[in-house]
């Protein structure tokens, strides 16, 4: 019998206030015309000073819980995405484990920015695979708001706060069409590491620093990287991008989510977007989207869905689930 990850909930928490382009116009010179053409996005959820990366995290952790009705106590692994923290450390999955009520198990944080939640449901698949964990919970969470140059219209008006998880279980089959993580690929190259990163740190300036980006350079490497890691997942399990119930992908920019299903032969109706409504928020963009698409109905047992992301560093990856 194999042994598979099988997602049984999602959840999603997003802060209480929403900031509109025109808000946003007040502010920066910029305009709702100008962010929507080239983005497609039309607002953003920003935190409040109550509002951390680990509350937003815990409350998508514990939704995600509810949604499979188990309790936080027999989760005995927590992998959290995030490029924004609460602290340098320890390890913000483990203020998510003291709140749900999952001490003694295994947690910790990875980072690879927008990919980052690709990275971990990588990890806590293959920690369920080998016997180390049995549930896991999956979470990408990001306050992206505390590192923006609100002066830099180029940047700012891109990126959102808010949190999104799976909960994963193991479970014994060997069925072909049974629900679990089938696939998955990640990679990395450093070379572009000046391309989309943060100019702080405390090894080197002692600050948090501030988001700085090339976009275009970033959209062309976005594009050509996506296509290339989603053929290497379906690849490996024999199946074709026609093969797909539906495309989840980090919600990074509107055209660069376009040029990816067109590359990939994929036509609009099966790209679950959000973009419009919550911007990039970096590791939580796949969650978030997923969970929406789980609750509005969108996504049902038994399809096959794609999740697919590419962040600074860059990294990038895509993972293929049997719902």
Not at 65 to 72: F, K, Q, T, W
Not at 137 to 158: N, P, Y
Not at 212 to 227: P, T
Request: aromatic share 4%.
């Amino acid at each position: 019998m194999t042994r598979r990850a099988v997602l049984i909930g999602t959840g999603s928490a997003l802060p209480a206030k929403v900031v509109s382009n025109a808000e946003l116009a007040e502010r920066v010179d910029t305009s709702d015309e100008w962010i929507v053409e080239r983005t497609g996005i039309r607002q953003r959820y920003i935190a409040d000073d109550t509002e951390t990366t680990a509350t937003l995290a815990t409350g998508a952790a514990k939704k995600a819980l509810e949604a499979a009705g188990v309790e936080g106590s027999s989760v005995d692994l927590i992998v959290l995405a995030t490029a924004t923290p609460n602290q340098t450390f320890p390890a913000t999955a483990t203020i998510v484990q003291d709140a749900i009520g999952a001490n003694g198990g295994i947690a910790f944080d990875v980072q690879a920015v927008c990919s980052g939640f690709l990275y971990a449901l990588s990890v806590a698949d293959s920690m369920i695979r080998s016997g180390m964990a049995k549930r896991a919970l999956v979470i990408g969470a990001e306050t992206f708001s505390r590192i923006l140059d609100w002066e830099d219209r180029g940047t700012c008006v891109l990126f959102g706060d808010g949190a999104g998880a799976v909960l994963l279980e193991a479970r014994e089959s060997d069925a072909p069409d049974a629900p679990g993580i089938l696939a998955s690929r990640l990679h990395a190259d450093g070379a572009h590491n000046q391309l989309l990163y943060v100019d702080g740190g405390a090894s080197t300036t002692g600050t948090v620093g501030k988001l700085r980006m090339k976009g275009r350079e970033v959209f062309r490497h976005a594009v050509v990287n996506l296509a290339s890691v989603v053929g290497e997942v379906l690849d490996e399990v024999g199946l074709k991008s026609t093969d797909i119930d539906w495309l989840v992908p980090h919600q990074a920019n509107a055209r660069i989510l376009e040029a990816t299903a067109k590359k990939l032969n994929l036509p609009p109706e099966k790209v679950v977007i959000t973009v419009q409504d919550h911007a990039n928020t970096s590791a939580a963009s796949v969650p978030l989207a997923l969970d929406q698409a789980v609750r509005d109905g969108r996504i049902k047992p038994g399809q096959l869905v794609l999740l697919e992301a590419m962040g600074g560093g860059f990294t990038w990856g895509a993972s293929l689930i049997r719902v």
